[in-house]
């Protein structure tokens, strides 16, 4: 490992290795190494130069002896190989995974090796991994565990890592060489100063050299191209004078802290103004190689990053806009570390940027949900996506619903670099599904436990819900009836078409049908039973909410009750009937009676008892003519009792005037007869007395009046010669007057008589309480 007596070590700057296969690890994955040609791991200053090994190696194979073994093994077959003068060298390891190494050179002298490998070009052989498990004694799980970590590139992927190892070893022996020559000779230094003209001089950067005093000494031919000015303008110029005045201060400091070699070489962006006097965007590295042979001065290196100012600008924009979208927008590596986070992400979680930037995306997950991380993450990354529901956790341990869509990120050259995740907190629209449940629980409880039979009906009168009292009214099960019957299948043919026009009506506007009513209903059997029907719509839905209820038994036992009432009707009618009749026996009697007694006074006597029962026998023939049985049309009763009186008295037609004036009022018999006697004694007065001279003057009122809806005015008047001066009312002595006083106090009225014009009669009285009869 030595090339004119110096070391590989002494040729090339291992730190510089290890950065950029770390570097090189961090970009695509692919682990590296530099070995010697034994196989042994250089050493840098913080330690051996191997990068991302997987823990199956580090932790199984090469800790058991026997594995060991085979990993020593492999490694001596490939640099066997590579010391036989192969450029390239390749194989499945005795442990299962794909090495490959590429030699470097110094000078045309193999010194050292590039090592990669430990990943799998096709999905892993776990018959063959658990066999090894098996046979060397390793926790499967751990084992299958370490497995899972061990990436599958395409062949393509590493034949692409393979060129770029390649190149990097012909780099590292290249760097090697200029290190040998340079320790070797001046030679070395001259070759080494032609190549960095030359590369300067091809360079699609601007390079200037400054000299002490900050003058250009020397200028690229591609300053023409990036800033339009002739070749060899800048020559002796100050590149100070080109700088934008805003930036101006800024620059000259950074350039003397390179004279003074106080700067580390940070790249200093300013703008530059071009020939066309247009300022451009350039970033510069200062690099102070004063007293350097063949430069001794301060190296300017400058390329215009207006595409990336662009590309800046437009990222900027886009972070503008997920920062401050209102939604939580959460981006992860592979590895499941955070590597960017929004306000939205902020709000929902409680974690600052700043303390969650470089945490595992598991921070955020329920304890009782971390061992779900690593199948979802991979599920994601094989899949492309993930859409759901998710728990989350809170910095301050509170749980937190959230509604997730993550998708899967590529870099340019398609390599999947991370997941992105949007998200928004549902905890809210959470709580209000737990209380619907439990509002649903509630109901539905309700719904089973209730009385009656109780269905949903759809907009197309499916049955979507039963409860059980519905299963015992129509004999089948609910999985029979549920989504498979019809709300018109229960319902007897006479009621089909009805029922379904109340159905049709509802869904125009539920006030078009009635809420109650009664049916016939079919069950399983056929039976025809009488239900009692309440149907409401459900809100903001076509579904009608309907219940039953069994009314059978009421029906059959209300048809006995309406047979009794009717024949208990027939029966009142017929006593009425012959009660009238009897009545009217007396009547005729009383007629009779007339025939056989003398003396007109007896006659008389005789005459106004038969009217009294006349009037009594026209109140039974009313209520038996009557559709209740129970009340009296008055004004029918008037008009016919006052026509009987007229006729009975003699008076012709055209003699007295009669006017009748009756609201259309119902009276029951115990209100009737007092008033239709009264009405009989008042006119028979008018008709004895009050007109001892008839003319076509004479006149005789009645009527009856409702005042107010418990109090009722009946009147009897006539335009005669009134009554007597020295007749006092509340000491009367007729019989015919007595009786209206008497029949008055019945009534629990009040009577008031006027004389003037005649004689006016007024009572008012409210209408009788019917009293039941035993």
């Not at 600052?352 to 690593?374: A, D, M, Q, S, T």
């Amino acid at each position: 490992m030595t090339s004119n007596n110096y070391s590989f070590t002494d040729l090339v700057d291992i730190d510089k290795i290890k950065e950029l296969l770390t570097s090189f690890y961090e970009l695509t994955g692919v682990i590296s190494a530099l070995e010697d040609l034994d196989g042994n791991v250089f050493e840098s200053r913080d330690g051996s130069v191997a990068i991302g090994w997987q823990n199956i190696c580090l932790n199984f194979h090469r800790k058991h002896p026997e594995t060991l073994k085979k990993c020593i093994e492999s490694g001596t077959r490939i640099c066997d190989k590579l010391k036989a003068g192969e450029k390239q060298s390749s194989h499945i390891c005795l442990n299962g995974l794909v090495d490959i190494a590429v030699p470097i050179y110094i000078e045309g002298e193999h010194l050292a090796n590039l090592f990669t490998g430990q990943f799998f070009f096709k999905p892993p052989n776990m018959e063959f991994f658990r066999q090894q498990a098996y046979k060397y004694g390793f926790d499967e799980d751990e084992y299958f565990d370490a497995l899972s970590k061990v990436d599958v590139f395409s062949e393509e992927f590493i034949e692409k890592a393979m060129s770029f190892l390649t190149n990097l070893a012909s780099v590292i022996g290249e760097m090697g060489l200029e290190k040998k020559r340079l320790l070797d000779s001046k030679l070395i230094l001259q070759e080494s100063e032609e190549r960095f003209r030359s590369l300067i001089n091809n360079s699609s950067d601007l390079i200037r050299i400054l000299d002490k005093d900050g003058r250009i000494i020397f200028d690229s031919p591609s300053s023409k191209r990036i800033l339009g000015y002739l070749e060899g303008y800048f020559i002796g110029k100050n590149p100070l004078d080109f700088v934008h005045p805003d930036d101006l201060e800024r620059v000259k400091m950074n350039l003397c802290e390179v004279y003074e070699k106080r700067n580390p070489e940070i790249p200093t962006e300013f703008r530059i103004r071009r020939a066309d006097g247009e300022y451009i965007p350039v970033e510069s590295v200062f690099q102070n190689l004063i007293g350097v042979p063949g430069i001794d001065g301060v190296v300017v290196t400058t390329h215009p990053v207006i595409e990336r100012k662009r590309t800046e600008n437009m990222l900027q924009f886009q972070a503008n806009i997920l920062t401050n979208v209102r939604d939580c927008v959460i981006v992860y590596d592979v590895q499941g570390r955070i590597i960017y986070w929004n306000n939205g992400a902020e709000t929902i979680y409680g974690y600052l940027e700043e303390e969650i930037i470089g945490k595992n995306i598991e921070v955020l997950y329920l304890n009782r949900n971390k061992h779900y991380f690593k199948p979802d993450l991979e599920g994601i990354l094989k899949f492309g996506e993930y859409n759901g529901e998710w728990e989350g956790k809170r910095k301050d341990g509170s749980k937190v619903y959230v509604d997730v869509r993550e998708t899967i990120m590529h870099d340019v050259n398609g390599k999947i670099i991370g997941v992105i995740g949007v998200s928004k907190d549902i905890s809210e629209r959470k709580k209000a599904e737990k209380q619907i449940k439990r509002s649903e629980a509630y109901y539905r409880t309700i719904f089973e436990n209730t009385g009656t039979a109780t269905i949903i009906i759809e907009e197309d009168t499916t049955i979507s819900l039963v409860n059980a009292e519905f299963e015992k009214l129509y004999g089948y099960s609910k999985e029979e009836i549920e989504g498979k019957k019809s709300w018109k299948e229960v319902i007897a043919p006479d009621y089909k078409d009805k029922i379904e026009e109340y159905h049709n009506l509802r869904r125009i506007d539920p006030s078009l049908a009635p809420r109650n009513y009664e049916l016939k209903f079919v069950d399983r059997q056929g039976r025809i039973k009488d239900v009692f029907t309440t149907v409401a719509i459900i809100p903001e839905t076509k579904k009608s909410l309907i219940s039953l209820l069994d009314i059978t038994d009421n029906k059959i036992a209300e048809n006995k009750i309406k047979e009794s009432l009717m024949e208990k009707e027939v029966l009142l009618r017929e006593i009425h009937h012959r009660v009238k009749n009897n009545l009217q026996i007396i009547s005729s009697l009383l007629n009779l009676q007339t025939r056989c007694v003398d003396g007109e006074e007896t006659i008389n006597v005789l005459k106004e008892s038969q009217n009294r029962v006349k009037t009594m026998a026209m109140v039974h023939e009313k209520l038996y003519q009557s559709e209740d049985l129970k009340d009296v049309n008055f004004k029918e009763y008037i008009e016919n009792l006052v026509s009987d009186l007229f006729y009975s008295y003699g008076v012709k037609k055209g003699t007295i005037d009669l006017q009748i004036d009756a609201d259309d009022i119902k009276m029951d018999i115990d209100t009737a007869i007092p008033c239709g006697l009264i009405i009989n004694e008042l006119v028979t007065n008018s008709l004895k007395y009050a007109f001892p001279c008839l003319n076509k003057e004479d006149i005789v009122k009645v009527g009856l009046k409702k005042l107010q809806p418990d109090k009722l005015k009946l009147f009897v008047s006539d335009n005669g010669v009134g009554l007597p001066e020295n007749l006092d009312m509340e000491n009367v002595e007729t019989l015919g007057l007595k009786m209206v006083k008497i029949l008055v106090n019945q009534l629990k009225g009040t009577l008031e008589v006027d004389r003037t014009n005649g004689t006016r009669f007024k009572i008012i009285f409210k209408e009788l309480k019917y009293e039941n009869r035993i």
